[in-house]
């Protein structure tokens, strides 16, 4: 018993009284004998059995049940609570530093959550506390969740205990608090926050429950969609290619008849599948689809997801409500399913909308659902998703494409000639003609036409953005007219989406996949590699030399491919002009502290003296010669 950890005993209580999810609860008068009879009743059960303690040496005295269930991989739920931030590190009572206070030799995840406020969604709670125990029960382990608390720690509304400040009351919106993705469908009565499927061998130890539960989802099905972000590899499976995970995930899909939303990661599907809509990014912003979207099926394929619309439909989705203008429509909500392969302990689900978790190589997975549905057939599928005339809206704007960006370039060029842009500054003359979409339309066309297979590397910030928009065919028969060559794979950096090391990265992986490679990145994220043009000089200088050594003869170096780098040199892009402090101006000292500006430097002297060649182009014919 305690004091902190009042609001975790009331909510036991509470449920044990309404015959909620808790089976059995009871008080133990000291933390270490409490910690030892729950690592008995996982070591009995193989579930973990949640321990609450409060703050202070309380929690410290859990130590040795937690060593012992790490050290023979017993599950354990450890609920401590804590003091708040304010009280952390002042010497206020029984505040000791519990924030990982337990060995991550012993403990396999551990959380520190704030304070309960509906400034933060139920969701992110519910979110946690299925991953923990979901972590327990499959990294066979205590897991630990520290969880801060302030007064009123009893269940009273009013005046804050001992907060004699003006306003101190206790507020709480139940309805913010519980409007998220999910809320309903969990409340509703007996479902899981999230069901896991995880895998001990993820190529062949598929797991039968993970297929026949999607599959009875498909089959349910009738506005299913697919998603596909950045789909990882696996230790298994370094010797499957890109494109033969992306005819996997084709032809998945065709069995199926879902339409693909690829993420621009997937060159392969975006340029090879038919089952891809073109332009998804467009097609799904326009009011007339997005009103009438409403999927009730969204299997995503590997993560993080570059596009912003796509996740925004998927939580409408998932809410079973979308706002269309100042009204609501209303609609059955979707199952979200993640097939990836996730690292122990690792969740992607940023906005707590995932409600099963496939974690396993997406490829075979994605072969052993097609043989079921092959096996199956006749009393499976029955005639595909209603969203697939969605390929054919975005092979409508396909062909159009080309035209739209042109004109819309053109129109931004003559605002910035008339000052209706860039804080109303006039430009003057006639200015020519190449804005960062016309880059991706050039680079598109010139590369569909190449003999040679080649590689895309992509710069985070407004590079990948205009590539998620703008990177694919401009012909809707361009499966029919594809070269042997052309871009046949595309990478971003879009773990933590940083703009350090791109250069090098690219470099990297120009080499890894043996094939010429181009960059595209802007000439802010260039400035922070800059060095990285150095070593790659240095290293094509050796690879063109007789013997295939570096000039100091000490190293071998192998034959590297070309990288081609196309800098976007807009004077650092302005990519916070399009975030809401934009607007406060000189208040927030936007143009000191939020602008970019690259205007003094040369990329063309940089190269210079780095030995490199070097092409400016200012207009989009001029850019598609050089």
């Known amino acids: 018993p305690g004091s902190r950890s009042t609001p975790l005993t009331a909510a036991v209580a509470r449920a044990l009284r309404m015959n909620v999810g808790v089976a059995q609860g009871m008080s133990v008068h000291d933390e270490r004998g409490a910690g030892f009879r729950a690592l008995g009743y996982g070591r009995g059960s193989n579930r973990p059995a949640a321990i609450i303690t409060s703050s202070g040496t309380a929690v410290a005295n859990l130590y040795p049940s937690i060593v012992e269930a790490g050290m023979d991989g017993v599950p354990l739920l450890l609920l401590t609570a804590d003091r708040p931030y304010e009280s952390r590190d002042t010497g206020a009572n029984q505040a000791i530093d519990q924030v990982k206070v337990f060995s991550s030799t012993y403990v396999r995840?551990?959380?520190?959550?704030?304070?309960?406020?509906?400034?933060?969604?139920?969701?992110?709670?519910?979110?946690?506390?299925?991953?923990?125990?979901?972590?327990?029960?499959?990294?066979?382990?205590?897991?630990?969740?520290?969880?801060?608390?302030?007064?009123?720690?009893?269940?009273?509304?009013?005046?804050?205990?001992?907060?004699?400040?003006?306003?101190?009351?206790?507020?709480?919106?139940?309805?913010?608090?519980?409007?998220?993705?999910?809320?309903?469908?969990?409340?509703?009565?007996?479902?899981?926050?999230?069901?896991?499927?995880?895998?001990?061998?993820?190529?062949?130890?598929?797991?039968?429950?993970?297929?026949?539960?999607?599959?009875?989802?498909?089959?349910?099905?009738?506005r299913g969609i697919i998603v596909v972000g950045n789909v990882r590899g696996t230790a298994c499976d370094d010797k499957v290619s890109e494109a033969e995970t992306a005819n996997v995930i084709s032809h998945f899909a065709q069995t199926i008849g879902f339409p693909i939303i690829a993420g621009v990661q997937n060159a392969g599907l975006r340029f090879d599948s038919p089952a891809v809509i073109p332009f998804a990014e467009h097609v799904l912003k326009h009011p007339s689809v997005s009103k009438d979207l409403k999927p009730d099926l969204v299997i995503q394929i590997g993560a993080p997801l570059v596009s912003s619309e796509v996740p925004k439909i998927i939580v409408d989705a998932i809410k079973g409500r979308r706002k269309v203008g100042d009204s609501w429509t209303s609609y059955e909500s979707c199952h979200h399913i993640l097939i990836h392969p996730h690292h122990p302990s690792e969740r992607h689900d940023p906005d707590y909308t995932v409600t099963h978790r496939i974690s396993a190589d997406a490829s075979s997975f994605l072969k052993t659902l097609v043989q079921f549905f092959d096996i199956n057939r006749s009393s499976t599928l029955q005639g595909g998703s209603e969203l697939t005339p969605l390929v054919l809206l975005g092979e409508a704007l396909q062909s159009e494409m080309p035209d739209i960006i042109h004109t819309a370039s053109e129109r931004i060029v003559s605002s910035l000639q008339h000052g209706e842009l860039i804080g109303g500054t006039k430009e003057s003359g006639k200015m020519p003609i190449l804005t960062e979409p016309q880059i991706t339309l050039a680079m598109t066309e010139v590369m569909s036409e190449l003999q040679s297979p080649m590689s895309l590397f992509i710069s985070n910030s407004m590079p990948v953005r205009d590539a998620e928009f703008f990177l694919y065919p401009m012909s809707v028969n361009h499966q029919r007219e594809r070269k042997a060559g052309g871009i046949r794979s595309v990478a971003v950096n879009r773990g933590a989406s940083g703009i350090d090391g791109i250069i090098s990265s690219a470099a990297g992986y120009s080499e890894a996949t043996e094939r010429p490679t181009t960059l595209l990145i802007g000439d802010l994220a260039t400035l922070h590699d800059i060095n990285a043009f150095h070593t790659i000089a240095r290293v094509q200088a050796s690879s063109s030399h007789p013997e295939g050594f570096f000039q100091t003869g000490s190293l071998r170096s192998q034959r590297t491919p070309p990288l081609t780098t196309v800098i976007i040199n807009n004077d650092g892009g302005g990519i916070f002009s399009f975030l809401p402090v934009a607007k406060h101006g000189s208040d927030v000292g936007f143009d000191d502290f939020f602008g970019t500006p690259t205007n003094s430097f040369s990329f063309e002297q940089g190269a210079k003296a780095f030995g490199l060649p070097f092409k400016s182009a200012l207009a989009y014919d001029q850019f598609k010669k050089a």
């Open 109 to 222: 995840w551990a959380r520190d959550i704030p304070p309960p406020n509906d400034d933060v969604p139920v969701s992110a709670a519910l979110s946690d506390a299925n991953h923990a125990v979901t972590m327990a029960k499959e990294l066979r382990g205590p897991v630990h969740l520290n969880i801060q608390f302030r007064e009123n720690l009893a269940p009273d509304t009013g005046a804050i205990r001992n907060d004699n400040r003006e306003g101190s009351t206790t507020t709480y919106n139940a309805r913010r608090f519980t409007d998220v993705p999910g809320f309903d469908r969990w409340s509703s009565g007996g479902n899981e926050w999230m069901k896991s499927y995880y895998f001990s061998n993820r190529v062949e130890g598929i797991h039968a429950d993970a297929v026949s539960d999607l599959a009875g989802l498909i089959m349910k099905s009738k």
